[in-house]
């Protein structure tokens, strides 16, 4: 059977999309996806997203990283799946989707896309490092010599390691460029690998570094290996809302497969 696919980019982290309002493709099929998201014998895609049909939103947002299994929020995916959204029709300039974590908000402009974010109510402060959820977990942590940091055998000790073990955590290393700038690495779980960028993880560092007071600014700029990206929010006695994730949000290639 031929599957039509769409391979979109936000900020270098790549999806393949599929359009399943029609709930054509198996979403049983872990080996299926993990192929798809092969980058020599499939598509290549850090994830597989799926748009479907949704009776009190505009689409709903199944995601699975490249491993094959369905799995948290995706920020970067979401941005995405919004451009998708809008190049299939189903949008024009603003979106409302479900999405795992809940329901969110998004509008889209030529290539950038605005990506309402979950609130985030608790942020773990630890003697070397911040824990934090945006949809997806997230260990934050401070390295100076990030250029040149073995992110993929570092990153892995603390996604594999006590107290995340089984479950595990997404890991973000982070250095201060100035005092609304950081740059972010990030070790996703499910790739188990760097990603070029991680949307939810520059979520969590901006807020990280906000609540740790690194910054007292409230928009915050992120330099990840694919690019820029911006988090917006609020804050009120350690609870953040209204936190906006911003980037841009291009499609590549579409083909079958």
């Known amino acids: 059977m031929q599957q039509e696919f769409y391979k979109y980019q936000g900020t270098g982290n790549d999806f393949v999309m599929i359009d399943n309002r029609q709930q054509i493709f198996d979403k049983s099929n872990v080996e299926r996806v993990a192929f798809l998201c092969d980058r020599r014998f499939g598509v290549g895609a850090d994830g597989l997203i799926l748009l479907e049909n949704h009776d009190d939103y505009n689409f709903k947002m199944v995601y699975y990283n490249s491993d094959g299994n369905e799995s948290t929020m995706c920020g970067n995916g ?36 605005r990506l309402q974010m979950v ?38 000790k ?73 988090v917006s929010f609020d804050e009120d006695k350690g609870v953040y809302k209204n936190v906006w994730l911003v980037g841009p949000a291009k499609f590549v290639f579409k083909g079958t497969v």
């Not at 809940?102 to 402009?109: K, L, M, N, Q, W």
């Open 78 to 113: 979401g941005r995405c799946l919004v451009a998708f959204a809008r190049d299939l029709g189903v949008i024009s300039e603003n979106a409302t989707f479900e999405a795992i974590d809940g329901v969110h908000h998004a509008s889209i402009e030529d290539d950038t896309v």
């Open 119 to 156: 609130d985030v109510n608790t942020v773990e402060k630890h003697e070397k490092h911040v824990f934090l959820d945006t949809g997806s977990p997230h260990h934050v942590q401070h390295k100076e010599n990030i250029e040149d940091f073995d992110i993929k055998t570092e990153g892995a």
């Open 158 to 230: 603390i996604r594999y390691g006590a107290p995340y073990n089984e479950e595990g955590t997404n890991v973000n290393f982070v250095k201060k460029i100035n005092s609304d700038t950081f740059t972010v690495r990030t070790y996703e779980r499910g790739v188990e690998d760097e990603t070029l960028s991680c949307g939810t993880g520059v979520t969590a560092v901006a807020i990280a570094m906000h609540a740790t007071k690194e910054t007292a600014n409230c928009f915050i700029n992120l330099n990840v290996q694919g690019g820029e990206l911006k």
